[in-house]
């Protein structure tokens, strides 16, 4: 059975810095993309970052570039999202997926592009 958790969230003041882990069970994640998403209150599930499975390609949201890092340890099979400057505006519940695909294609954007989801970790920044 596949399972994804994630851990890490929390109440950060703006500026502050998060690492969000998403540990997998049942399987390995070493030939699969991960995403990570983040949903906050009325607003849509969107896509903030994806790395390929030999994490040698990742994308980003513009809304992040610069501030987010997202990277794997095959061995201990989690991806993590390391979270910098963080602004009121990252608030939101955060989650990581996992697609069949190993590359971070156009779909990695898009929730339909995922096939299992972690519960997610909330973020709320304020101060």
């Known amino acids: 059975q596949v399972q994804l958790v994630e851990s890490g969230g929390g109440l950060v003041q703006p500026g502050g810095s998060l690492r969000l882990s998403c540990s997998a069970s049942?399987?390995?994640?070493?030939?699969?993309?991960i995403g990570w998403f983040r949903q906050a209150p009325g607003k849509e599930r969107e896509g903030v970052s994806c790395?390929?499975?030999?994490?040698?390609?990742?994308n980003y949201a513009d809304s992040v570039k610069g501030r987010f890092t997202i990277n794997r340890d095959n061995a201990k099979n989690t991806v993590y999202l390391q979270m910098n400057s963080l602004r009121p505006e990252d608030t939101a519940v955060y989650y990581c997926?996992?697609?069949?695909?190993?590359?971070?294609?156009?779909?990695?954007?898009?929730?339909?592009?995922?096939?299992?989801w972690g519960q997610g970790t909330q973020v709320t920044v304020s101060s």
């Open positions: 997926a996992l697609t069949a695909r190993y590359d971070c294609g156009p779909y990695s954007n898009y929730v339909s592009g995922y096939d299992y």
């Open positions: 790395i390929n499975s030999g994490a040698t390609n990742t």
């Open positions: 049942g399987f390995a994640l070493s030939n699969k993309a």
